[in-house]
């Protein structure tokens, strides 16, 4: 089960970037002068977005426009498990699973929801970073959101995979939001996940001992790069 994780510093410091002083602090004890500035997810420039999307292709421009929609139809929603729902199934439902070897011809490439749907491939991270950023901007506040590492049981074996995570309140038990199961869940309910470690724009906290899903040093380049990009794109 996904239990309330515990955090690596005390207090992390606020902003969608601030992970990189959380982490650095919290995993090597290195001292930095000022957290990496980036504003908040939910500041979308529709303009600048879509001025991005045209420029890969008319396709893309049709597919932003359609998560523009998606998130203002969301977040006009009342409830929050109304508004998981919706943006659940817009890209478990567009996007088809595909490696990053395929995709982009690396190991491991986190793509803004631009590129993803630009794409319409991606694996795991790509799925919850855009779930995650669409939730945001759909006015669910960010310290109820965590991707999640986790170590899942998939076709008979166990493989790193990430997930995203709900927690309507602090100590409560999180719902699940996973394109390999794309049914919301409780996460007692995913006995076949056992969780790593999760991130948000707020810190990292450790989710088990004894079990790796890749250097979280190196995850936090690959955030810091995406934050970057999707600033530039809009988001």
């Known amino acids: 089960m ?35 500035r980036a504003d908040p997810t939910p500041g979308w420039d529709r303009e600048k977005l ?37 943006v659940n199934n817009f890209f478990n439902q567009r996007i088809a ?22 794409k319409g491939r991606g694996d795991c991270e790509d799925y919850a970073i855009a779930k995650y950023m ?22 008979g074996r ?18 699940i939001l996973d394109n390999i199961n794309p049914e919301i869940r409780a996460a007692s309910q995913r006995s076949d996940l056992t969780p790593v470690f999760s991130f948000n724009g707020e810190g990292l906290w450790t989710g088990v001992g004894g079990t790796t899903a890749g250097n979280p040093l190196v995850r936090l380049s690959l955030w810091r790069d995406l934050l970057a990009k999707a600033k530039e794109e809009g988001f």
């Open 97 to 118: 699973f595909r490696d990053d070897t395929e995709v982009w011809g690396v190991i491991d490439y986190w793509a803004t929801p631009l590129e993803l749907l630009d």
């Open 2 to 36: 996904l239990k309330p994780p515990l955090p690596l510093t005390r207090r992390a410091p606020k902003g969608l970037a601030a992970l990189g002083l959380a982490v650095l602090v919290g995993l090597t004890g290195l001292l930095v002068d000022r957290p990496l």
């Open 50 to 86: 879509e001025a991005a999307a045209a420029a890969r292709s008319p396709r893309t421009l049709v597919e932003v426009r359609a998560m523009l929609q998606m998130v203002q139809r969301a977040g006009a929603l009342p409830q929050e498990r109304q508004r998981l729902t919706v």
């Open 134 to 155: 669409s939730l945001l901007a759909a006015g669910v506040p960010q310290s109820r959101l965590r991707m999640v590492y986790v170590r899942a049981q998939f076709q």
């Open 158 to 175: 166990s493989q790193a995979h990430m997930v995203l995570a709900y927690y309507p309140e602090p100590e409560s038990e999180p719902l």
